[in-house]
């Protein structure tokens, strides 16, 4: 699906070849465990940027979204010289994101995984610069008419927590570019919203330990990094499903426009609508 010529975008564009490594086996257990800690918890550090206001007149895209256009999104975040962070973001139920209303559940998943061009991906870790992943927290904000705003979803936890005891892991955290891929999150939802809610915003906090070089203990320093997700909600009422919210796979757009970094360091292109869930 073509990208829109007059759709604004939040962050800049730019298409990726990177695809989701993750793999990891007992997706039941990371489900039930992720869901058993997300909901309304005040536990959310991390503040959302503002939302955009609606446009007036407009109901085909009511709030800057990227990833309700695209039904999937990729954002990259470079934490050292051609060292990425890679986070993918997609819709689950729906997969055709003008489905996703206010009253109605809508089920997302997400990766988080490494990139290293230094190295080739086949390498062995010895010659990988390691990164740990000690904490994920997401906030949420939302845009209303009303100019009302809430968090309708929290969620912060230790991602050793939410994935099998054999994976590889140390204090720092859980490693995510070791041969057993990332953390893959299959499903998670954001419940009922306000009723006259056209967008929500999340927003990722990912707390890292990245070595500085390879093979190095003594190396690794800590750092966050934000990346920000926001999602339009389209009510009933508005009789336009399926002119625009993504395919219906889930996948994305053929969009070869190259943009520039955001200023918060992120990039993002339309995802591959995330890896299958085993």
């Known amino acids: 699906m073509p990208i829109r010529p007059h759709a604004r975008r939040r962050l ?15 997706c039941a257990q990371i489900v039930e465990a992720f ?9 959310a550090a991390a503040t ?40 993918d973001f997609w819709a689950v139920d729906s997969k055709r994101t003008q489905e996703w209303h206010p009253d ?26 390691r990164v740990f992943l000690s904490n994920v927290t997401i906030s949420s904000q939302t845009a209303q008419t009303s100019n009302q705003v ?14 099998p005891t054999d994976t590889l892991r140390s204090a720092r955290g859980l490693l995510i570019n070791s041969y057993q891929g990332g953390l893959l999150v299959p499903q998670t939802t954001i419940n009922q919203l306000p009723q006259d809610t056209y967008g929500i915003t999340l927003q990722f906090a990912l707390d890292i330990w990245v070595e500085g070089t ?3 203990d003594k190396s690794f320093a800590q750092q966050t990094v934000y990346p920000v997700i926001p999602i339009a909600i389209y009510p009933r009422e508005t009789g336009t499903d399926g002119s625009t919210g993504g395919s219906s796979d889930g996948t994305s757009s053929n969009d070869t426009t190259q943009g ?8 993002s292109t339309g995802g591959t609508g995330g890896p299958t869930t085993p």
């Open 12 to 26: 800049a564009v730019v298409v990726l070849a990177a695809a989701v490594a993750a793999s990891l086996s007992g």
């Open 35 to 43: 869901n058993s800690v997300s909901g309304s918890s005040g536990d």
């Open 48 to 87: 959302p940027a503002p939302n955009a206001t609606p446009a007036v007149g407009t109901t085909d895209m009511p709030f800057d979204s990227q990833f309700s256009y695209d039904g999937s999104v990729q954002m990259t975040y470079e934490v050292a010289d051609g060292l990425q962070i890679v986070l």
């Open 104 to 129: 109605n559940p809508k089920t997302f998943g997400f990766a988080v995984n490494v990139k290293d061009t230094r190295v080739d991906e086949k390498a062995v870790l010895k010659q990988k610069r």
């Open 150 to 163: 809430s968090s309708p979803f929290q969620f912060s936890a230790d991602p050793r927590t939410l994935v």
């Open 214 to 216: 390879a093979d190095d």
């Open 260 to 267: 520039t970094t955001g200023t918060d360091g992120w990039t």
